[in-house]
């Protein structure tokens, strides 16, 4: 680390930038922690974050808010020297880090918010078995990274992709989906270049006009289909989910009445999730 009178000597910004990169690794450093504990740094180390919190603290430049949370952080640091709980320790450096990202102008992504690793254990899936999604023409690397992460999260057997969705291992669709695209099944596939589809499971749309989330008939083995943003789901797979099990839609009450589809797409899995569970009862 650099010295902390050599810090105090540099321009603001790049003094922030180096103090925000200082915070950011030993976050990492405590998330990738195979014992999560302060422990793992050294006293000089500990002193040193408390003496930089309070360095940030005396920047009249930063609002009273900020200042609070630097001159906060600042003790827990110190207590760190003895004995504190792990939690809060994270959650100082953690406020830290983005304070300093803001006032330094790095635009923040989803792959600033420290999570582990990425490496999750395929076998410690608990798998719905027969409950699928078919993700059409969803052309952002964000969104199939996020529908990843939610489709995982909530259990789901297999993603299908349509041919012009984005690819999965796209580098934003990778950092998006938290490392699920590498333990979740999935294939490219156009479910509806032929007839009948090619699927033997029955299927239903996520789309406007249909049925409500809490009246649907949601299927304990089936697929859903989630169209792009800007053109919904095709013709030719809302014939398909038309003459199966129908359309499910989300009411929504504001003006503009729309949702993200990565949103969208986490609500109605934990709709769908939740009767199948509810019913096994």
């Given amino acids: 680390m650099i010295p902390l009178f050599k810090l105090e000597k540099l321009p603001r910004t790049q003094k922030l930038r180096k103090i ?9 450093r405590l998330c990738l ?4 504990s302060v422990k793992i740094f050294t006293e000089a180390e500990l002193i040193f974050f408390s003496d930089a919190a309070k360095l940030l603290a005396a920047d009249n430049f930063f609002s009273d808010d900020a200042k609070k949370v630097f001159e906060e952080a600042a003790v827990i640091f110190q207590a760190a020297l003895t004995e504190i709980d792990c939690s809060l320790f994270y959650r100082a450096l953690n406020n830290i880090k983005h304070i300093l990202y803001n006032e330094t102008g790095r635009e923040q992504a989803d792959w600033d918010f420290t999570c582990g690793d990425g490496s999750l254990d395929p076998h410690k899936r608990h798998i719905m078995e027969g409950m699928q999604v078919y993700l059409e023409d969803i052309r952002s690397p964000f969104n199939v990274g996020a529908m990843f992460r939610t489709a995982e999260s909530f259990g789901i057997e297999k993603i299908i992709l349509s041919p012009f969705c984005a690819d999965p291992r796209h580098q934003r669709a990778q950092r998006t989906s938290m490392g699920c695209i590498d333990i979740i099944p999935w294939e490219k596939k156009d479910l509806y270049s032929g007839e009948p589809p090619n699927t033997e499971l029955p299927v239903f749309a996520l789309e406007t006009g249909g049925i409500p989330l809490s009246e649907f008939p949601f299927p304990r083995r089936g697929i859903m289909i989630t169209g792009s943003e800007e053109l919904g789901v095709s013709p030719r797979a809302l014939a398909a989910a038309d003459a199966s099990l129908g359309r499910v839609s989300i009411s929504c009450f504001g003006t503009k009445a729309s949702l993200n589809v990565s949103v969208a797409f986490g609500i109605a899995l934990q709709a769908w999730c939740s009767k199948i569970l509810l019913n096994a009862i």
């Fill in 20 to 28: 925000a990169k200082v915070f950011s690794f030993a976050e990492n």
């Fill in 33 to 36: 922690a195979s014992v999560k």
